[in-house]
Nanobody
Framework: QVQLAESGGGSVESGGSLTLSCTDS?????MGWFRQFPGKEREGLAI????????YYAPSLKDRIRATREIGKNTLSLQISSLKPEDTAMYYC??????????????????????WGQGTQVAVSS
């Protein structure tokens, strides 16, 4: 399994922002960002399919997150604004192959990615 390179996590005060970045050395077309709270399943935040202008966003986070894909660097970044203490979690990058946009975005719900990063911790203080 190829390890995806994640960066950008850390500690931030409530109301602040962070930008997470992930680079997939495997050049897979479907990439996404997830987060996981202790004892919970991983939650899809943003999913992008290479070549598409549409990004899947988790409805509950849509107004606070933005994902951008840089194809040349095979990188997916996630900007999170107005951070709250309840955003404290481990954030994971994922990548996989997918035949089309629908199959890729569906992974945001199923979390059916074959390749995952080690995760980066985000801690929001109040």
């Amino acid at each position: 399994q190829v390890q995806l390179a994640e960066s950008g996590g850390g500690s931030v005060e409530s109301g602040g922002s962070l930008t997470l970045s992930c680079t997939d050395s495997g050049s897979r077309v479907c990439m996404g960002w997830f987060r996981q709270f202790p004892g919970k399943e991983r939650e899809g935040l943003a999913i992008h399919y290479a070549g598409a202008g549409v990004v899947y966003y988790a409805p509950s986070l849509k107004d606070r997150i933005r994902a951008t894909r840089e194809i040349g660097k095979n990188t997916l970044s996630l900007q999170i604004s107005s951070l709250k203490p309840e955003d404290t979690a481990m954030y994971y990058c994922a990548a996989d192959f997918a035949p089309d946009l629908r199959s890729c975005h569906a992974k945001g719900t199923s979390a059916d990615f074959r390749y995952w990063g080690q995760g980066t911790q985000v801690a929001v203080s109040s």
